[in-house]
C-alpha cells in the first residue's frame, strides 16, 4: 500500500470521523432566521435562512370525497368480511354514531379499539367501476419530509394512483401508481423506489409491492416513500442532509417533486383477495381507511421558522422584510432589490437573501473585484458573489472551489483530492497521468478500453472506489475506539 494513503489517513482521519459522528447537527436544521452579533461596526443582526419545523400536516387539511354520496351508511348496509364470506355482520349506519364511518375518522387518533376508519359503500354496482377520489387540500404550499402513508382496513386497493397538485387542485400530475399487475392496470412496467438512482428520482413508477399477496390482517398500508428518496443524496440513514440541502438548492425540479398544496387518492379497483369477483356477495367488496399521515412543513422560501394556523388557513410568520402566505414577496418599502427565496447554501447558515428598503442607491463596499460581480453593492452591504464564492465580500470559496483571481472548480490538490497512480496535480484544476492510465484522477487503466481488456498480471489495476471507501471506515472504527 502507497505510503501517502497511510500517513492521510493517520492524519485526517480522527477529524472527519468525529465530524461524521455529528454530522446532521452541524448541518442545523435552520431554525433560527437571525441573531445579534458583535461587528467592527457595533451590535447588528446576522441574517440565516430558517425553515418552520416538520408536523404532522393532517391536522391542518380538508377532505372532500367524490362521488359526495360514496361513504357508507345512507342507506344502511351490511357487509361482509372480505376473507371470510360466510361472515356479515358489520352494519355501518350514518344515524347511528357507534357504527358510522365517517371521513373524519381517517385522522382520528389512532390506537383505538376497536379501530375508526371511513368506509366507502360497496361494489354493489358491479361491474361499474367502484372508483373514489379522497383530496386533500392544505390552501398552502407544504414540503414534504417523510413517508405519505395509507393505512387500510378492508384489504389494500388492487389499482391505486397517488397524485399532487401544485395549484391548489387546478392541475394534477401522477406521483405513483399501485396495482397488482402494473402492465395490465397502466401498461407500465413495475419497480420499487429502490430501483430508482439519482438520476431517475423524478421518475414516476408503478409499483407492486403494496398490491400483491394477500394477507388481509398484516399487509394494510401503502406508502409513497419520500425518505428513500432523500437517502439518494443524504445516504441510507440521512446522516448527509448536507448534500441534500445542497441539491433542493440547486435543483428546482427536485424541490418541486417533494413541494404540494394538495394530494389525491385514487382509488380504482378494490381488494378481491382472488382472480374473480364474486357477484353473488358484492357485499365484501368496499374500501376502508383507518390512517392516512402526511408528515411536511409550510413552504416559506427560507424566509420564516413559524408557521401558525389561524381562521382555518395556514400562513408562513415572515421574516427578512418579506411577507405574503408563503413569504414569496417583499413588504412595502422594502423593494430596494427584487425578491429571492432564502438558500441552504452555504452551509450551515445559508443566505437570507433579505429584502432591502427602497431608494438606497448602490455604496462601494469593497466587494472583491474578483469573487464578486461588482465593487459595489446597496445599503445592507452584501455582494452578489460570482459561482463559487462566498463571504461578505464574496473573498472566500465554498467547499471544492480554488481561489485564483476568483474562485475556480477544484479537481485535485496534494491533501484529500490525490492525483492516482503517479499522476502529477497541475495547478489544482488538472491531473497528469501517465501512460498507462486515464481519467479524472488517473484511476482508470488505460487497458481497460483496449479489446483485451487488462491482464490480471499487468500491476496496473488500482485501487478501487469501494476498496478505498472500505479501507477508510475501516481505519475511522480503528481511530475511535482508541480515542
Given at each position: ?219 394494510k398500508t401503502v406508502r409513497f416513500e419520500i425518505k428513500d428518496r432523500f437517502a439518494l443524496f443524504a445516504g441510507p440513514r440521512l446522516h448527509n442532509m448536507a448534500s441534500l440541502y445542497g441539491q433542493l438548492d440547486t435543483t428546482k425540479n427536485l424541490r418541486d417533486f417533494f413541494t404540494i398544496t394538495d394530494l389525491r387518492i385514487r382509488l380504482l379497483r378494490p381488494a378481491t383477495g382472488a382472480t374473480m369477483v364474486d357477484e353473488s356477495n358484492l357485499s365484501r367488496y368496499f374500501y376502508a381507511i383507518s390512517d392516512i399521515k402526511v408528515h411536511g412543513r409550510c413552504k416559506c422560501n427560507l ?181
Amino acid at each position: 500500500m502507497s505510503m501517502w494513503l497511510v500517513l492521510t489517513v493517520q492524519v485526517i482521519w480522527p477529524g472527519l470521523c468525529l465530524a461524521m459522528q455529528h454530522y446532521p447537527t452541524t448541518w442545523g436544521h435552520y431554525d433560527i432566521c437571525k441573531s445579534q452579533v458583535y461587528t467592527d461596526e457595533g451590535l447588528t443582526w446576522d441574517y440565516m435562512a430558517c425553515q418552520p419545523e416538520a408536523t404532522d400536516m393532517t391536522k391542518y387539511l380538508k377532505v372532500t370525497l367524490d362521488p359526495p354520496n360514496i361513504t357508507c351508511g345512507d342507506p344502511p348496509e351490511t357487509y361482509c368480511a372480505l376473507e371470510n364470506p360466510y361472515m356479515c355482520n358489520n352494519e355501518c349506519d350514518a344515524a347511528t354514531e357507534e357504527l358510522a364511518h365517517p371521513p373524519e375518522l381517517m385522522f382520528d387518533f389512532e390506537g383505538r379499539n376497536p379501530t375508526t376508519f371511513w368506509q366507502s359503500t360497496s361494489w354493489r354496482k358491479y361491474p361499474k367501476p367502484l372508483v373514489v377520489n379522497i383530496t386533500l387540500s392544505w390552501n398552502k404550499t407544504i414540503e414534504l419530509t417523510d413517508d405519505i402513508v395509507i393505512t387500510f382496513e378492508s384489504g389494500r386497493p388492487e389499482q391505486m394512483v397517488l397524485e399532487k397538485s401544485l395549484d391548489y387542485g387546478r392541475t394534477w400530475q401522477p406521483y405513483q401508481f399501485y396495482a397488482t399487475d402494473c402492465l395490465d392496470a397502466f401498461t407500465m412496467e413495475p419497480k420499487t423506489v429502490q430501483e430508482l438512482s439519482q438520476f431517475t428520482l423524478l421518475d414516476i413508477i408503478c409499483t407492486e409491492e403494496y398490491s400483491r399477496g394477500y394477507v388481509w390482517k398484516y399487509d394494510k398500508t401503502v406508502r409513497f416513500e419520500i425518505k428513500d428518496r432523500f437517502a439518494l443524496f443524504a445516504g441510507p440513514r440521512l446522516h448527509n442532509m448536507a448534500s441534500l440541502y445542497g441539491q433542493l438548492d440547486t435543483t428546482k425540479n427536485l424541490r418541486d417533486f417533494f413541494t404540494i398544496t394538495d394530494l389525491r387518492i385514487r382509488l380504482l379497483r378494490p381488494a378481491t383477495g382472488a382472480t374473480m369477483v364474486d357477484e353473488s356477495n358484492l357485499s365484501r367488496y368496499f374500501y376502508a381507511i383507518s390512517d392516512i399521515k402526511v408528515h411536511g412543513r409550510c413552504k416559506c422560501n427560507l424566509h420564516a421558522n413559524s408557521c401558525v394556523f389561524e381562521k382555518e388557513k395556514l400562513s408562513c410568520e415572515c421574516e427578512h422584510n418579506t411577507t405574503g402566505p408563503d413569504c414569496g414577496r417583499c413588504k412595502r418599502n422594502y423593494q430596494g432589490r427584487a425578491w429571492s427565496a432564502g438558500s441552504y447554501l452555504p452551509i450551515p447558515k445559508g443566505t437570507a437573501n433579505i429584502c432591502v428598503p427602497n431608494n438606497i442607491s448602490p455604496v462601494n463596499c469593497n466587494c472583491n473585484p474578483f469573487g464578486s460581480e461588482s465593487d459595489h453593492c446597496n445599503g445592507t452591504g452584501f455582494c452578489k458573489c460570482k459561482a463559487g464564492a462566498t463571504g461578505v465580500k464574496c473573498h472566500e470559496c465554498l467547499p471544492g472551489y480554488l481561489w485564483d483571481n476568483g474562485c475556480k472548480s477544484r479537481v485535485c490538490d496534494n491533501e484529500l483530492l490525490r492525483c492516482q497512480n503517479g499522476g502529477v496535480c497541475v495547478n489544482n484544476v488538472r491531473c497528469q497521468c501517465p501512460p498507462a492510465f486515464s481519467g479524472l484522477l488517473c484511476e482508470k487503466p488505460r487497458c481497460e478500453n483496449e479489446a483485451g481488456g487488462c491482464d490480471s498480471d499487468s500491476g496496473q489495476t488500482p485501487l478501487s472506489h469501494s476498496a478505498f471507501l472500505l479501507l477508510l471506515t475501516s481505519a475511522c472504527v480503528l481511530l475511535l475506539t482508541r480515542l
